[in-house]
């Protein structure tokens, strides 16, 4: 019995690292008999046992638990879920203002999403170089709506190598999960963060403002010594997951602490008396958008997202 990390999933092959040997692996047919509701019951990041067959190719017996995930709903709807990453200290979302403009219910669900499985989560706001005038301004906001929620927020170009170190810096030590909208810049980062590596980039389209994807298949790759980032594939939507209606206010961490002193210990934050988040809203002291993503998940197509 072989133990190693999963490094790279592709359909039905998942590459796995063990130690400084790379093994290509199938998964044992009975994982898929268990009912599992994911679209990818291996995820990269998870610690896998294998056997090695005779002519070098490894099946996958056992996943080790996680010590955590990040998950959203599947775009394949003959399953339920897709695991993004498996034990990762921490999440990097990097988003755009515009060229494309990634919309701020997009961060909000990665953040909630990230929240709910203990994932600390960092923001990246790229392209500044492209900013100027109104944009300046609005990236000045949004620095102080998120920073008011409890994240660190970084601008970042990689044309102008802006804050990269301090980006390396707080990547360093750790296996950090880096997502984003398709065309925000992610592989154009990642190609500055490590040089060399040569991550295939592409521009946005013009006609609709959106990027085109350059990243096929999730996959884990080495910066520097212990250094780890889980590259994804562009997404374009963010479905909640496996979290009640009522939890929902727990994971907006500025709308949790602002909670604390509504009248009602149950509040849901959405027609009650001395609502603490209401009143906050009203005095410009929690963002309406933070707001407005808070209500259009907690009220969207009347679910609950228990997947259970």
Known sequence: MKTGVVIKTTGSWHTVRDHHEIVLCRLKGSFRKQGIRNTNPVAVGDQVEYDLSPDGIGLITRIAKRKNYIIRKATNLSR????MAANVDQAVLIFTLDFPETPLEFVDRFLLSAEAYHIPSLLLINK???????????????EKLYAYAGYTVIATSVLNNQHIDQVKELLTGKTSLVAGNSGVGKSSLINRLRPGLNLKTADISWYHESGRHTTTYPEMIELWENTYIIDSPGIRGFGITDMARNEIGLYFTDIFRLSKDCQFYNCTHTHEPNCAVIEAVKNGILHESRYRSYINIFTESGQKYRTS
């Open 80 to 83: 339920e879920t897709q695991i």
């Open 128 to 142: 500044t170089d492209l900013y100027s005038g109104e944009r300046l301004q609005r990236l000045k906001e949004i």
